[in-house]
């Protein structure tokens, strides 16, 4: 029913199972699209710990085409996960031009060397001030926006993993202008189940900030974020009914990086 439209491989150093795992487990949740959105490697040394090295990503390629070639169903999507922060667009803009990606999914994991969700740098939080670090965070966000590099916003309000969070008033102050960039860039953005999975215990983005984005038009895609076979299409039920709930009535597929709107189940 749904495209799974968020899944890593073993290659991101953080992630298990084989590859045709989560093609099986799709097919065993009745998916009929998932698409392979590993991080994306980075020759500059970026977070190096967690993702493909640039000599890995040739084998990435062929694999996911050989799986796409040789699987009926689920359809096979391929595309990847690039972080955003400053200087990325050195390498991204014109290694992203040369690829054949069906989704790019950009992210935001760090806020200058602070991985924010990075369970080893939580007690980070204790140091910090709340609203600021959320403020740059979305500024960050904008930023990603404005490079036009990216289709879908991937976790969109993923400084609340751990619980950090703000009052609604600040959090809409910053989200709204962030999710202006977003509309005006054309990108979507995808309601991430792993949230359920951590210790916020909620689906990326909240539902306060979904309804702002259904007001500005922005479509929406799901995502697993799965990093192990059992995850692909994770909690889809209840993405589907937080995505109802803000008043949505259509979702996203992508192909060759163009989007289309289909009506949700
Ligand atoms: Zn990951
Ligand atoms: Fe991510
Ligand atoms: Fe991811
Ligand atoms: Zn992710």
Not at 16 to 33: C, H, M, N, P, W
Not at 42 to 59: A, I, N, Q, S
Not at 144 to 164: C, E, R, S
Request: charged share 25%; proline share 6%; net charge negative.
């Amino acid at each position: 029913m749904l495209t799974d439209s968020h899944i890593h491989t073993y290659l991101c150093k953080h992630a298990t199972g084989e590859i045709s795992q989560y093609v099986d487990a799709a097919r065993k949740g009745s998916l009929t699209e998932i698409c392979f959105t590993d991080h994306a490697p980075d020759p500059d040394g970026y977070d190096l710990k967690h993702r493909m090295t640039m000599e890995e990503f040739p084998f990435y390629r062929d694999t996911i085409m050989e799986l796409r070639r040789n699987t009926k169903k689920p359809a096979i999507l391929y595309g990847v996960e690039a972080d955003y922060y400053n200087g990325c667009e050195k390498f991204l803009r014109p290694w992203l031009a040369a690829q054949d990606f069906d989704i790019v999914l950009g992210s935001i994991h760090y806020i200058k060397t602070w991985g924010i969700d990075n369970p080893d740098e939580i007690s980070v939080w204790e140091s910090v001030d709340l609203e600021a670090t959320w403020k740059e965070y979305f500024e960050l966000m904008g930023k990603l926006a404005d490079t036009k590099l990216y289709d879908v916003v991937a976790h969109l309000d993923i400084p609340k993993k751990f619980g950090h969070r703000p009052s609604s008033v600040v959090l809409e102050k910053y989200a709204g202008p962030a999710l202006d960039r977003i509309a005006t860039a054309g990108m979507a953005i995808e309601l991430n189940t792993s949230g359920l999975r951590k210790p916020v215990k909620e689906i990326y983005p909240s539902l306060a900030i979904l309804e702002m984005a259904e007001q500005r038009n922005i479509p929406i895609c799901f995502g697993s974020d799965s990093h192990q076979p059992g995850e692909v299409g994770y909690a889809f039920d209840k993405a589907l009914t937080l995505a109802k709930e803000a008043g949505y009535t259509k979702y996203a597929r992508f192909n060759r990086r163009k989007q289309t709107l289909t009506p949700l189940p």
